[in-house]
């Protein structure tokens, strides 16, 4: 069974840098295409940014472009999410989960995912 765990959430002023690592076990690492979300307090969750199975494609948010950076370790069984110059906005609990169809990754709808961590939470002060 397929176990993914987030980690590297904290608090941090505004124009600030954090690095989230979301490790897995239990499954083939690099048969999966990964993404990231997050979720505000009354917020429905969206979609940050995902990636391919072998990081050749990487998507994202309008909204985090130019600031965050996805990567994967397919040898170390983590994914990474590098975000700069943070804004208060950015303030959510992040999550990771496994692309259910990694030939459509255009799809980033959260139904489109599955086995989703627990969840870091990310506190950007102004």
């Known amino acids: 069974q397929v176990q993914l765990v987030e980690s590297g959430g904290g608090l941090v002023q505004a124009g600030g840098s954090l690095r989230l690592s979301c490790a897995a076990s239990?499954?083939?690492?690099?048969?999966?295409?990964m993404g990231w979300f997050r979720q505000a307090p009354g917020k429905a969750r969206e979609f940050v940014a995902a990636?391919?199975?072998?990081?050749?494609?990487?998507y994202y948010a309008d909204s985090v472009k130019d600031r965050f950076t996805i990567s994967r370790d397919n040898a170390k069984n983590t994914m990474y999410l590098q975000m700069n110059s943070l804004k208060p906005e950015d303030t959510a609990v992040y999550y990771c989960?496994?692309?259910?169809?990694?030939?459509?990754?255009?799809?980033?709808?959260?139904?489109?995912?599955?086995?989703w961590g627990q969840g870091t939470q990310v506190t950007v002060s102004s």
């Open positions: 990636i391919s199975r072998n990081a050749g494609n990487t």
């Open positions: 989960a496994i692309h259910r169809n990694p030939w459509r990754m255009d799809n980033r709808d959260p139904a489109a995912f599955g086995s």
């Open positions: 239990g499954r083939t690492f690099s048969s999966d295409a």
